[in-house]
Structures are given as C-alpha cells and as structure tokens.
C-alpha cells in the first residue's frame, strides 16, 4: 500500500487535471476512475479515502483555473505538456458563391427578444455574411398580428446588431410590405395559378389526402377575381383561404393546394386595423427571398417542405430560389425559451424583465459581460449538420463559458472579493507590504497595494474549512495554522504551502478602507461582502475577475454600493 503522502498527491494531481480539462470544476468520479487506474491496489481501501477525496476535490473546486493550472505544472508538468490533435471547426463553405453578393437572412417573430435557440442561427448567418463580404439582413415576420409583442421590434433590433457586432445590413418588417404581397397574389390568379377556396378545412382535407380536387379549384378566373376582391372586403376570418394551385397528384401530401392569405381581423401593433387579409409564412419567404434577392438560406431540416412549397411558387413566377443550407434540430434540455411564457411571468412580477439574469436571452446574458464572439464559437463548435442534438444548460454554459473565458480573461483584471466575511486575527504574524500584479499575464498593468496585519477578513466558508494543524495560505502573503480555536503564524515561503499541498485562501486587511459589493448571482441571489479599495477605479460595464470568485461585470453603483452582475467561474 503507498503511503498516505503518496496517495494525498495523486488525488490532487487527478482533481487537478479534471478541473482544468471541465471549466474548473473536478468531477468525483473521473478523479476516482484515474486513481483507480493508478494505484488498482487501493480498491479495498477507497471507503477509508472516500472523505479525503471529496476533501481535495472541494478545495480544487474553490481555487480559480489559473492557480489550478499553477499547482498541476509544480506537480505533474507532463498532464500539461500532452500533444493534443485539436480539430478546428469552420464554417462549411456555401454553394455557388460570389464573394460581395452573398445575401442571408434571419427571420425571427416578434413574440419577444432574442434567446439563446436564436444566437446559434443568427451567428452562422452573420458569420457566413463576414466571410463572403456578403450581406445579412433582419427580417422580422410579423404578419401574425395575435402574437406580436410590441417591444419586440427594438428590443430584436438592438439585440442582432449586439450579437453580430453591427453585422446587420437591413432590417425589414413584413407587415411593411403587404401591397407587394397583394400584387404577387394577384399576378398568380391572373396565371391561373391561385384561388380563392371557402371549403370547410376538414372537408377540403379530406379531399386533399384522397388526390381530388374541391369545387372552388374549378372556378373561373373571373369568379376567383371576385372571390379575391372579398377577401378585401367581406369575407370572415375562418370564411375563406387563398390557395396555391400546384400538383393534385404530387406524392406529398403537405404540398398539394396549400394556404397563401387568410383573413385576420386582430388588430396589428404597426398596421392598425389598416389590412384585413395577412399572407401565411410560405407565401410570404418566397417573395421576400427574391425581392431582397437572398442567395442563400440557412434553415432548419423541419423546413425541407416549406422550401419546396417556396420553390413552387419561384418556379411559376420563373426565379431562382436561395441556395438552402440545413441543420438538425437543437434541442436545449431544461432551458425554457418560450417567450409567451416569459413575458407572462414578467407582468406576474417573477422576473423583474426580459434581461432578468435568471433568463438565457441575449439581453441577460449580456448584462452579464457574455461577449458576441462566445456565442460565434459556440455555434461553430455545434455546426450545421442534419443530426439533431440536445444541449442541457450545464453543457451549454460549460461551452459558452469556455470561449467567453477565452476573449475575456486577457482584459479582466483581478481585485479581491470577501463574501459573507469574518474578521481573524492571525497570531504573532509579521507586518508587511504586499503587492499584487492586478493581472498576472501583464505586468505592465500595475499591482494593487496592501498593508498586511494580524487582523484580516476572510470569507466565512473559507474559516469553516479550516482544520486544525493544516497549513493554509492567505493568497501572496504568509502561511498559517489553525490551532484550536487561534490562527497562528507559520511562515512566508510559498515553497512550504506548496509541499503540503495544502489551501490558499483570499483576504482583505481589515483596518483598511474597503468597498461594499454585492453580487447578483445566475440563480437571483445576492452574495454580500467587502472588496479592496482600488475596485473604486472601476466603470460601469467593466468586467473583472474577483480571486476565487469568478468573472463579473460592474452593473451600477448606488448609495456607495457596487452592485456586480456574476457571469461564470
């Protein structure tokens, strides 16, 4: 059996590795199935070690990534050194492209502001559009007028020119553009390629499924103009449909005479009361795509029959319909995206807004120092294949995180925070400076400036964790030891603290000035505590990373207070 020693430092080294491989939380199992693999002999014993394995995994867990990193190349340097055959992930390239003449396009509904289901779609178009010198546009389907929320237009605006980094060329609103609708229905009844059904739904889909026609597709083309002209001006919602006249007989089924207009008489945030006759999605895409002379569309596979629909439409009028370009679903396990719901427990009072941290809109994770190119990566990393896949929140915020941490780790400079705090005296402790670079990547920076004395604060989970005798490290300073109910001086040499492997814990001289911070977390709640004075030189919108805490952005400061929004460890 290795000594205990032995087997204290192969715990850590595997935590260690695990937590910088997993967004620098540890994973119990991994860290057992490695030691296992190590030492097979200790089998019988691991309910002896089991404590002290969740005992080192917890402290992995509370050191930030780069002192994580910083004690796995003092321990086992080769973990860091493997060669790893990393697969960059691109963009596919489209079909038939013309550099400067590719036009996409992005088309949500204004039920509310964009989440995160729309940041994978609008940062493949706005990608593929900057590698073409191409164009993106916005186009905002809202001939639906009962579900249209009314801020939705500037808060979508607002939202893609974020997330695309001004990539946005054009923005158009569908309900704008009804007279070219009525001009494109009206040219198909002068082709016979339309009419006017009054049919009741389930008799015409009776009819549909057995290949026959219904009464109204054999009207002449001057009763069908009438019938069209009443569309205008008498009849009901529910009374009758235009119709796309196509191929009785086609195999499939969804493409057989399918529905252009209807009659809505809901009244339209933009329009008013103005039309009485809406165009449905099909009929709609198609003349936008070729108005706006799109040449490439990115769509989801449950959209293959309403791009043949489309391209039946294109085939009568003689344009050539967008290159399509499909992807598979992605389902985003136990993440609620549905902005009906949201926007009801909004005016509830459950969520304060549509940027209420709790909520994974691009609004909120905004606030919370999330940057555009972090969700470009993501959605690269998912890329455009038909396999539909399921994201959970965990998955999908380790991914995010991990390419936010990669763009903002460079410019977030550190400042100590104390959460929940509590005041120890550290006995016999000698008095010193101590300068702290504010990022240990660039010197040039600056350092911030402390006064160490015996008296300090630290966090109260950090006291709780203390154990008799362990030697713990207050983080750039000086070693000490718990004995009983005293904190006692031990030494200032790192190397000590680093051979027995033990805690480093963060602090704040508590007679100096401190700044009052509180902390919004991703849950809603709030953590309360001090952070050094320098924090004072901070902006609103700066992003920082607290030690031991995680990256956070400044989101106001009131009454003396900065109030932080938490964004990930």
């Known amino acids: 059996m290795a000594k205990k020693e032995d087997i204290d430092k192969i715990i850590w080294k595997w935590a260690l590795d695990n937590a910088r491989r997993f967004d620098g939380k540890a994973n119990p199992g991994a860290v057992i199935g490695k030691l296992l693999n190590e030492m097979p002999d200790i089998k019988t014993k691991l309910k002896t070690i089991s404590p002290k394995i ?95 929320y009314p801020q939705s237009y ?140 799109v040449t490439h569309a990115i769509r989801g596979k449950d959209h293959m029959d309403n791009a043949r629909k489309q391209a039946q439409v294109c085939e009568f009028f003689k344009w050539k319909p967008p290159i399509d370009l499909y992807f598979g679903r992605i389902n985003f396990k136990g993440i609620k995206l549905s902005t009906t719901e949201t926007k009801k427990r909004i005016e509830y009072g459950e969520f304060t807004g549509w940027d209420d941290i709790r909520l994974q809109t691009i609004r909120a994770l905004k606030k919370r120092g999330y940057q555009p190119k972090a969700f470009v990566k993501f959605a690269i990393d998912m890329g455009l294949t038909l396999t539909d896949k399921t994201v959970t929140l965990d998955e999908f915020f380790k991914l995010l995180n991990a390419h936010n941490r990669d763009i903002i780790d460079k410019k977030a400079n550190r400042y100590f925070f104390i959460w929940d705090p509590v005041k120890v005296n550290i006995d016999k402790a000698p008095k010193k400076a101590v300068e702290i670079k504010l990022h240990p990547d660039y010197p040039k920076r600056g350092k911030r400036k402390f006064k160490f004395d015996s008296s300090i604060y630290i966090t109260k989970q950090d006291k709780k964790n203390i154990q008799n005798n362990n030697i713990v490290r207050l983080m750039d300073c000086i070693n000490f030891k718990k004995k009983g109910t005293k904190y006692i001086f031990d030494s200032e040499e790192y190397e000590k603290y680093k051979q027995n492997g033990s805690a480093i814990i963060h602090w704040l001289p508590s007679k100096e000035k401190t700044v009052k911070v509180e902390v919004l977390m991703p849950d809603g709640t709030l953590k309360k505590g001090v952070a050094e004075e320098s924090v004072k030189t901070l902006k609103v919108n700066d992003i920082i990373q607290f030690e031991r805490f995680g990256f956070c952005k400044l989101n106001s400061i009131k009454n003396n207070i900065y109030e932080f929004w938490y964004a990930h460890r």
């Open 54 to 148: 969740q005992s080192i995994i917890a402290e992995v867990n509370g050191m930030p990534m780069n002192q994580q990193l910083e004690r796995l190349k003092d321990m086992a340097p080769e973990l860091l050194e493997e060669k790893k055959i990393v697969e960059k992930k691109e963009l596919k390239e489209l079909k038939d492209v013309k550099p400067g003449k590719v036009v996409l396009r992005m088309a949500p509904s204004p039920s509310g502001p964009l989440h995160i289901g729309h940041a994978f779609v609008l940062s493949i178009n706005s990608e593929y559009a900057k590698k073409y010198k191409g164009k993106l546009i916005l186009r905002i389907d809202d001939t639906n007028p009962e579900n249209i």
């Open 154 to 293: 500037k808060l979508i605006d607002e939202d893609a020119k974020w997330l695309t980094e001004k990539n946005v060329s054009q923005v158009v609103c569908q309900s704008d553009r009804l007279k070219d609708y009525y001009d494109y229905g009206e040219k198909l009844f002068a082709k016979g390629k339309a009419y006017v059904c009054t049919c009741n739904p389930d008799k015409f889909r009776e009819l549909i499924t057995k290949k026959k026609e219904c009464p109204c597709r054999k009207l002449s083309i001057k009763e069908q103009h009438t019938r069209w002209d009443k569309m205008f001006l008498d009849y009901k919602p529910g009374d009758a449909v235009v119709r796309i006249k196509t191929d009785i007989n086609h195999k499939n089924p969804a493409l057989r005479d399918w529905s252009a207009f209807r009659v809505n008489l809901e009244k339209h945030p933009k329009q008013g009361t103005k039309y009485r006759m809406w165009p449905l999605m099909n009929f709609a895409v198609v003349c936008d795509d070729h108005d706006l002379k």
